[in-house]
Nanobody, 129 residues
């Protein structure tokens, strides 16, 4: 089992920045690939960013590429999403997710929600003036 708790959401003006954090507990954090997903009101949950178990590889959706950065600190069991140049269309609930992987897949990243076994409760991000 992996427990995930997100933090860092809030209200920010367009063009501003926020950093989301996800604290993991339970099974060894370094055996999980991590992802951030988001869900806007009335829309389906969508992929935002992902990072491999070993931290060597990342993947971003086209809508956030160049503005968001995902990172992880396996010593502190945390993953972060640095969000810059925020736009109103980034407004959503943001969810952290974890997928158990073996060493053979230590460099793999996963973009589909169905790949992830564990999810946090989400943190709300509102981009508005």
């Amino acid at each position: 089992q992996v427990q995930l708790v997100e933090s860092g959401g809030g209200l920010v003006q367009p063009g501003g920045s926020l950093t989301l954090s996800c604290a993991a507990s339970g099974r060894t954090f370094s055996s999980v690939a991590m992802g951030w997903f988001r869900q806007a009101p009335g829309k389906e949950r969508e992929f935002a960013a992902a990072i491999s178990w070993n931290g060597d590889n990342t993947n971003y959706s086209d809508s956030v590429k160049g503005r968001f950065t995902i990172s992880r600190d396996n010593a502190k069991n945390t993953v972060h999403l640095q969000m810059n140049t925020l736009k109103p269309e980034d407004t959503a609930d943001y969810y952290c997710a974890a997928h158990l992987v073996g060493r053979a897949n230590s460099g793999s990243v996963y973009v589909r929600p169905s790949s992830y076994e564990y999810w946090g409760q989400g943190t709300q991000v509102t981009v508005s003036s």
